[in-house]
């Protein structure tokens, strides 16, 4: 494998934490400070991917088996990876990914209690050893992340689940920002947007500081 040149970055959260929005400005603080940026999404990304993407989310379509879920998440994952992050980092760009493998530990494993090692065996596979180099994590209350996410539009297959569903998944989060530290900056995302771009604009200093 290529020696990356450039950063990967990724946000990740339950639903209504503010992600999307928040990539965005991420990328506007990288730009401005003279980076060149590549933002993309999980699952999706690729033409391939986003056809994934739509099976996956589609809340038309009959109950999906847990497994049909994780193997579906990281076939689009690797033709994401493959075709458009490690190409963009290899010529030096910054890529910042709305969810990426975290999501699938939280979501297959701490939602659907797939056995992680499961997972972490599909990740050595479709990824080998390559690493993210920062992860935000914009935690807030489900009840608050759910109640925004209704707010903003129709619910999706996954967003359909019950409230305990994504409290398992913010606490899978949670338990692997506790294990890697170093990789994952936590952002409370309960707070005014003003206050959550603050934490941003910290977040973001320190990486492009760090990174020389």
């Known amino acids: 494998m290529s020696t990356k040149k450039g950063l990967f970055l990724t946000f990740e959260g339950i639903e209504g934490a503010g992600k999307s929005s ?4 991420v990328k506007q ?19 391939v991917g986003e ?3 739509n099976v ?3 809340p038309d379509l009959p109950a999906m088996h847990s497994d049909t879920e994780l193997l579906l998440m990281f076939a689009s994952r690797a033709e994401h990876y493959q075709y458009k992050i490690l190409p963009a980092l ?3 760009q910054w ?24 997972i972490r065996r599909l990740e050595s596979w479709v990824l080998g050893d390559f690493k993210i180099d920062k992860t935000l994590l914009f935690d807030l209350p489900v009840a ?17 689940e019950e409230a305990s569903f994504f409290e398992k998944i913010r606490q899978c989060y949670l338990d692997r920002a506790d294990a890697e530290a170093t990789r ?16 941003l604009d910290k977040a973001v200093a320190v990486l492009l500081e760090n990174a020389g």
């Open 22 to 25: 928040n990539v965005q400005y």
């Open 29 to 47: 603080l990288l730009e401005a400070a003279g980076k060149d940026v590549v933002v993309t999404r999980e699952p999706g990304g690729t033409e």
């Open 51 to 53: 056809h994934i993407r």
């Open 56 to 58: 996956l989310l589609d």
């Open 90 to 92: 290899q010529g030096g």
């Open 95 to 118: 890529v910042l990914c709305d969810r990426f493998t975290d999501a699938s530990y939280a979501y297959q494993g701490g939602g659907r209690s797939i056995d992680m090692e499961r």
């Open 144 to 160: 608050v992340g759910l109640s925004r996410a209704k707010a903003r539009s129709a619910a999706d297959r996954i967003e359909q």
């Open 184 to 199: 994952f900056e936590l952002i409370d995302a309960e707070q005014s947007i003003e206050n959550v771009q603050q934490q």
